[in-house]
């Protein structure tokens, strides 16, 4: 158990809708990364929170968004679903913002969208 | 942006061989580089990372290696043993102030050993 909690685990939806996935950090962290993970594309890395700021941001579509909250949760919005979107989404946290010394990145078990 | 090319894909070795998944990174600013093995359905967990000023990391049965010049870092396994069986990924990150992580993986490759 990594610490971090993700839910929901599986989510079935239809195109065009939209889905919220949700992501507690481990307790002490500041840190939440957004990733995604489809068959061909491996780890895509989305987004990164650091105490509420984004920080860092990768190939996230304009359909995407995400916040992370004071209680330092975060969320991901997902808009506008298309089949595309269907892959495994993780979550990770980690102490600090930065590589090092605390860079390990502590992943939650994975939200499964599939859009039909 | 920084871009990690991973190499093989898929990689098969008896019980006891040794195991080798090559790397290769785009940004010579890039000097964190971990290696995340991911098993059948579970997440993925750290199990090696090495830093710019350290040319090689061993513990136990897993070593990296990383060569600034060429930007070309190594997993090495040794031993192997059917628990290894899973995907590993490499990773490189750029490490800058104002709390900006950004770790960019490699594909992924996938290890199977056969007893």
């Known amino acids: 158990d990594s610490g971090v909690t993700q839910t929901p685990k599986h989510l079935i939806t239809a195109t065009g809708q939209r889905v919220t996935l949700r992501c507690s950090p481990r307790?002490?962290?500041?840190?939440v990364y957004w990733y995604q993970q489809s068959l061909d594309q491996g780890l895509q890395f989305l987004i990164q929170y650091y105490n509420g700021e984004e920080r860092a941001k990768g190939n996230i579509l304009e359909r995407f968004s995400a916040q992370q909250f004071p209680d330092l949760h975060s969320e991901l919005n997902l808009s506008s679903l298309e089949l595309g979107d269907s892959a495994l989404y993780f979550c990770?946290?980690?102490?600090?913002?930065?590589?090092?010394?605390?860079?390990?990145?502590?992943f939650g078990e994975g939200s499964r969208l599939t859009v039909l | 942006g920084e871009n990690v090319e991973q190499h093989p894909s898929t990689l098969s070795v008896q019980e006891g061989d040794s195991a080798v998944i090559k790397c290769t990174y785009s940004d010579s600013a890039s000097n964190y580089f971990p290696w995340y093995k991911q098993e059948l359905g579970k997440r993925p967990q750290l199990i090696i990372d090495?830093?710019?000023?350290?040319g090689e990391k061993k513990d136990q049965r897993i070593a990296v290696t990383l060569n600034k010049t060429a930007k070309h870092f190594s997993l090495h396994i040794t031993e192997t043993q059917p628990e290894d069986s899973a995907v590993y990924f490499c990773a490189a990150s750029v490490e800058s102030g104002g709390s900006n992580y950004k770790l960019t993986f490699g594909k992924g490759t996938l290890l199977t050993v056969n007893p």
């Open positions: 990770a946290s980690s102490r600090s913002g930065l590589p090092y010394p605390y860079g390990e990145l502590f």
């Open positions: 090495i830093r710019s000023n350290v």
């Open positions: 307790s002490g962290d500041l840190s």
